[in-house]
């Protein structure tokens, strides 16, 4: 991520992120995971694909991030991975105003992941904080929850009732 980038830079993005933004966790499951999961953080923005320019932009300014055009005439910028999605938000932090509990959520998060790799217990509770921040998103069509995690984890036998 670019170093070099300006207060006002940062206070737009955050602005943007508020308005046309969201910062979220997944829980992506995958057998090859010691977990069978693995919790995936990502900030992302949207705009109109007539608009593009504005996501080309801030991709430039920050130096990281994928654009894709989707199928609903909206394009979208998205930074992946806690080396992205880490650095940016503690920049971000003190401009936001209505995702300012996501992205605290999201930091302890990011923050406490590397405890995570081999803590299950530890692991559960950063998929429970993925859930508040789905739930301060509204999210809707999440399928992998905590609930889901944990089962995992129990028929694995990492865990205990």
């Known amino acids: 991520m670019n170093k070099h980038i300006s207060d006002l830079q940062l206070a ?3 602005g943007f992120i ?3 933004g969201s910062i979220y966790a997944q829980m992506i499951s995958n057998n090859n995971y010691k977990f069978q999961y693995q919790i995936r ?9 007539s608009r593009i320019h504005f996501l080309q932009r801030i991709q430039s300014e920050l130096q990281i991030g994928t ?4 199928n609903d005439s909206m394009s979208q910028l998205d930074l992946v991975g806690v080396e992205n999605v880490q650095p940016l938000l503690l920049k971000l932090q003190p401009y936001l105003r209505i995702k300012q509990k996501q992205a605290n959520l999201m ?3 990011t923050q406490q992941l590397p405890l995570a790799k081999d803590n ?3 692991f559960l509770e950063l998929c429970q904080l993925a859930d508040q921040i789905a739930n301060l ?3 809707k069509k999440r399928t992998n929850t905590a609930e889901i995690v ?8 990492f865990i205990k009732k």
């Open 18 to 20: 508020d308005g046309d």
């Open 67 to 70: 654009i894709r055009k989707r």
């Open 12 to 14: 737009y993005m955050a």
């Open 137 to 139: 998103n509204d999210s």
């Open 120 to 122: 299950p217990v530890k």
């Open 41 to 49: 953080v990502t900030v992302a923005m949207f705009q109109h694909t």
């Open 150 to 157: 944990k089962t995992t984890l129990l028929d694995l036998g």
């Open 107 to 109: 930091l302890r998060i």
